[in-house]
């Protein structure tokens, strides 16, 4: 349980995941958004779930793909970026959007709570967030239940040696990093979503893209580690000591992200 809690705190704190993305998005060769949703094409119209919408990282692309007749239903369990993501959406788009404070082991309660009945969606889609569910298999079922006749559920995360670059320099330095984080950054993906894909639908569909992660700066790399999940306030001094040495030799510092997106066409009629 206490790896858990320590699992999820900063992942649910608004200002570390946006600390997070900001220095991902400061440095990342490809435009991670923009590549999701070249893949991903919810149609005007669409009506579409988003589990863990974080700060609307995601959630402004596809209000602006389903446009006016559409609808974004939007989950997270942080009310704090809930909150920053109505701040960024216009008074002019705001009624398409639902936002609901639940945890995604709740979703059927949440989704009836909010006066929504069953298949409800034309896509299901959730980035980088499916890990932190005690029960990711039993979400995935209870999604499907909310799908529409031909509906899509999208499934964005990490997998393989992704992080592997940071991991090492941290690791160097006595950095522990959690099972948790490991498992959700290297191998969630293909132990839980990909077997139950492959077993429930009869269309899934694959991509994967290697992201570099150019830091210039040494403060980047800390910021990012210090606002995530693996961060060890004991070790603080010996990871800046590390990355100095680091630029003392080299204009910068590469990180990868290894992204894998499933998604799966159901086919009922």
Partial sequence: ???????????????????????????????????????????????????????????????????????????????????????????RVRPRLTLIEANMDNLNEALKRANLHPPAFDMIFCAYGLYYSSNPQEVLKTARCWLRPNGTIVIIGAFGPNNQPLFELLEECGV???????????????????????????????????????????????????????FVPERLAAVEHRITEHFSSHPFFVNEKWIMMVEMTDARI
């Avoid at 490991?182 to 992201?211: H, Y």
Wanted: proline share 4%.
């Fill in 176 to 230: 522990d990093i959690p099972p948790k984080v490991i498992e959700s950054s290297r191998s969630f993906i293909f132990d839980q979503v990909l077997p139950w894909a492959t077993t429930s639908f009869e269309r899934v569909l694959v991509n994967t893209v290697v992201n570099r992660v150019v830091w210039k700066l040494p403060n980047q790399i800390l910021n990012y580690w210090i606002h995530s999940t693996f």
């Fill in 1 to 91: 349980m206490s790896d858990n809690r320590a699992f999820n705190s900063p992942a649910q704190d608004a200002k570390c995941l946006n600390e997070r993305i900001a220095e991902n998005v400061a440095g990342q060769e490809l435009d991670l958004v923009g590549w999701i949703f070249e893949r991903v094409t919810p149609t005007n119209g669409s009506q579409v779930l988003e589990l863990c919408c974080g700060t609307g990282a995601q959630t402004t692309r596809l209000l602006d793909m389903v446009a006016d007749q559409g609808r974004v239903v939007a989950l997270d369990i942080s009310r704090e970026a809930l909150s920053i993501l109505t701040s960024k959406v216009g008074d």
